[in-house]
């Protein structure tokens, strides 16, 4: 039988794969969907036009440089075209970082838990996990993680804001780390929640990337510029870092809608970033009320929170479901909830102070 199959990496066996969060039932009484960290606003009429736009020249390929973009991105970030660099989401970029620096016999280090792509796109690589755990705050654990370094190590992911805690590093905390880990090792710092922190106490990876050679920044359209659908992230980094993302890149992988959508957004910044306001509202409303409640809430710098629940984490997220709400479990660990519109987060909260009172 064997020889009839394609042999296929041994480090796929046992993968897990990458669980979406869970979409909107459509017999079920469920109708807002909390489970994915999007911007629950729809698109801008004029990103929308741009998209329509660019579809009518669908059946050619994009431009493969996302030239336009770059040049966008530049000087909005501040930083040299040269350092830029696009790919299919921030995951797409942060697997060609992956491709570009890890494989079998060397190691990759991460907090956990943090966001799930990472042991996802480690494995694919061939490349071993190092999962250092948070600490009791829900904090990155940064002393443990420059402890975890080894003359294997060769990819760090730091991700600030955390997914699913929303906890964020403090600028001196996390130049500290810096100035602990070797030169030669690459630390991504994924700041895909970036525009919705309003701590000024928070690092922020474009300031600290610029005399750090090994120093790489994710950001996203996804969350803040609500293009999750369309798929286009991009990397800030020096340009060895820049240029082999460049080679690993998958061949036209950003859709012209994309590049012209994420374009049209930049262009669109002040009335997104007016969204982001009210998301960030919302959060601290949100966020007070269940500590109200009783709750202990990590500070959250996302458009998120976590709720940690344990062994109750599944009875809570079938309870939301119920209420109308879809939450993300963690079997066991907790729950992640988008902050969505005003009425899925009141239905939210509702749910929790209902279940609060049965713990
Ligand atoms: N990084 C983090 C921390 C995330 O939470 C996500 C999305 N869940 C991503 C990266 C990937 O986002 P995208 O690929 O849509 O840019």
């Known amino acids: 039988m064997s020889e009839n199959v394609p042999k296929l990496r041994a480090a796929l066996d046992d993968m897990p794969s990458y669980k979406p969060g869970k979409r909107n039932s459509s017999d079920g009484p469920a109708s807002y969907k909390l489970s994915s960290n999007e911007n629950p606003f729809p698109p801008l009429p004029g990103v929308l036009e741009s998209v329509t736009g660019a579809a009518a020249s669908f059946n050619r390929y994009p431009d493969m440089a ?51 792509a990472y042991p996802i796109i480690t494995q694919i690589s061939g490349a071993t996990s190092v999962r250092v755990p948070l600490t009791a705050g829900e904090e990155h654990d940064l002393d443990a993680m420059a402890d975890a370094v080894t003359d294997r190590t060769r990819l760090i992911f730091v991700c600030t804001p955390n997914n699913p805690t929303g906890t964020a590093i403090p600028g001196p905390e996390l130049e500290r780390f810096l100035d602990r880990v070797p030169r030669d090792v690459l630390v991504v ?5 970036r525009e919705f922190v309003r701590d000024d106490r928070v690092a922020d990876g474009l300031a600290l990337y610029r005399d750090r050679p090994n120093v790489c920044v994710l950001r996203t359209f996804s969350k803040a510029y609500g293009l999750a659908g369309l798929r286009v992230g991009f990397a800030v980094a020096h340009e060895p870092v820049a240029a082999a993302l460049r080679k690993t890149a998958v061949p036209f992988g950003v859709s012209q809608l994309a590049q012209d959508a994420a374009v049209a957004s930049l262009r669109s910044e002040d009335a997104l970033l007016q969204r ?40 809570f997220a079938g309870a939301c479901e119920r209420a109308g709400v879809v939450v993300r479990p963690f079997a066991g660990e907790g729950a992640r909830v988008t902050i969505g519109e005003p009425e899925a987060n009141d239905i939210f909260l509702e749910t929790a102070e209902t279940f609060r009172k049965t713990l």
């Open 66 to 116: 996302c030239a336009d973009l770059l040049n966008e991105l530049s000087t909005r970030f501040d930083v040299p075209v040269e350092h830029l660099a696009t790919g299919t989401g921030s995951v797409g970029v942060a697997q060609q970082l992956l491709q570009a620096t890890a494989g079998p016999g060397d190691e990759v280090i991460y907090a956990w838990r943090s966001f799930e």
């Open 189 to 193: 710092l994924d700041e895909a929640y």
């Open 276 to 315: 982001v306001d009210a998301l960030v509202a919302e959060r601290t409303r949100v966020a007070a009320a269940l500590r109200d409640q009783g709750w202990t809430v990590p500070a959250t710098e996302a458009n998120f929170v976590w709720l940690r629940l344990g062994d109750r984490t599944t009875d």
